[in-house]
Structures are given as C-alpha cells and as structure tokens.
C-alpha cells in the first residue's frame, strides 16, 4: 500500500464507522467548551461531564465565574483532578476574557493561546468545536494511533499533527480528530489492545508496531 492508498482507507474506514461524530465534552456555546476542555487535563472526559453541569449551573459565562470564589470553584470541580490550579485558572481566564475580550472567547489561534492556561491544543479544540475553523488537536491517541498506522514517526505532538494536516485533507481535519480519537478509545486503545478489533493497524500498521503485537501474543517457551 502507499502512503495515498493507507490514507484513503483510514478515511474511508473511519467515515463508515462514525458517519456521525459525538462531541466528547458537553457544552452549549464557546466559552463552556473552554472551560471543559481546561477542566480535562490529566482527567478523563466521562468525569469532566460529570462536573461540568455542577459548575455551569452556578456559572455558564465569565461574568457570573468571576463572582464566585477560586475556593468556590476549586471545591466544585475537585473530583476532575488539579483543582487548586484548574479553579486560578478558571477564574483568572474569565476575568481576562472580561478585560480584553467584552467578555467572550476569542477566535483566532493567536488571541486564544495567548490566554493564560490555553495551549495550542486547547485552542485548536475550541476553533474546531466552537467556531467550525478546520484544525486538528493532538491527543495521545491520535499522536499513538498515527505511529501505529505509519503516518507520522511518532517523536512528538507537534511532528504529528503536521503529519496529520499534510496527510489529511483540509475540509476532513474537524471530523478526522474526533474520529480518530474514538477509534483510539474503542478499537486501538494503549492497553488492553486487541489486533483482530483494530482493523485499520490491522491493514495498514508500521511493520514494527505488527511484529512486536505478534511476539508479545506468543507463548512464553519452557
């Protein structure tokens, strides 16, 4: 297979198994989205979903988060994980929106990373999810998954996510990461990882990747 024909068929596969794609993070406009997506370092979406409607009842807008206390906040999202840090930046992150932005969520990658706490992958996220702009956020599955496949070396995120945008096409990249990361958690997860479900390593994986899968699989000999 080439590059191309490896390409095409992950696509393929991928649109005939999510021909609609769940949002992993619950939200209803930018600024929820932001603060979810903040809320899900080192934690897992299922609990950021959890908590997300305790926080957002009390404050879905910046103006109303900068009301309460960063002890008010850090004691209602303490079960995502990080919650000292995560509450200072919450707040501190509303209150710049407030200062600088008329209170709402920039939309341009500059203006966004420039926000304390918001990386590049955040932002890529939210001009994604939010604002429909085509970008493509790196997530460990999809940086484990491209290795797997043999579309990117697997050095680092950001070498993966130029391997994705040069690979993929442009009007695909919104689709694709999401689509990609659920594959990730239910066909090609990190542990637990069985070759037979994973149709796309399956066909197109790295040789490496194949041949360790295989010798890991073989009975020890006594």
């Known amino acids: 297979m080439t590059k191309q024909e490896k390409v095409d068929f992950t696509i393929k596969t991928l649109q005939e198994l999510y021909p609609k794609i769940p949002i992993p993070l619950d939200h209803k406009d930018p600024y ?15 609990r950021v979903n959890q908590i997300t409607p305790l926080l957002f009842d ?41 200062d600088s932005h008329d209170g709402e969520v920039p939309q341009s990658f500059e203006a966004l990373e420039a926000l304390p706490a918001v990386g590049h992958k955040t932002a890529s996220v939210v001009m994604s999810q939010a604002f429909g702009v085509p970008a493509f956020p790196v997530d460990t599955h999809i940086h484990r ?7 990117s070396n ?12 040069r690979l993929f096409p442009k009007e695909l990249w919104n689709d694709l990461h999401l689509q990609i990361i659920w594959y990730g958690r ?6 637990g990882w069985d070759l037979d479900k994973d149709i796309i390593t399956k066909t197109i994986g790295r040789k490496t990747v194949l041949d360790e899968y295989q010798k890991a699989k073989r009975p020890i000999k006594k």
């Open 154 to 165: 697997g050095k680092n995120v950001t070498q993966t996510e130029k391997d994705a945008k």
């Open 145 to 151: 998954l491209m290795y797997r496949w043999g579309l």
């Open 32 to 46: 929820t989205l932001l603060i979810a997506v903040l809320m899900s370092a080192q934690s897992t979406d299922v």
């Open 58 to 98: 009390r404050a879905d807008n910046p103006y109303a988060m900068v009301k309460l206390s960063v002890e008010e906040i850090r004691e209602i999202i303490r079960p995502v994980g990080l919650s000292p840090m995560k509450s200072k930046g919450i707040h501190g992150l509303s209150q710049i929106l407030i």
């Open 186 to 191: 239910e066909y090609s997860p990190a542990r």
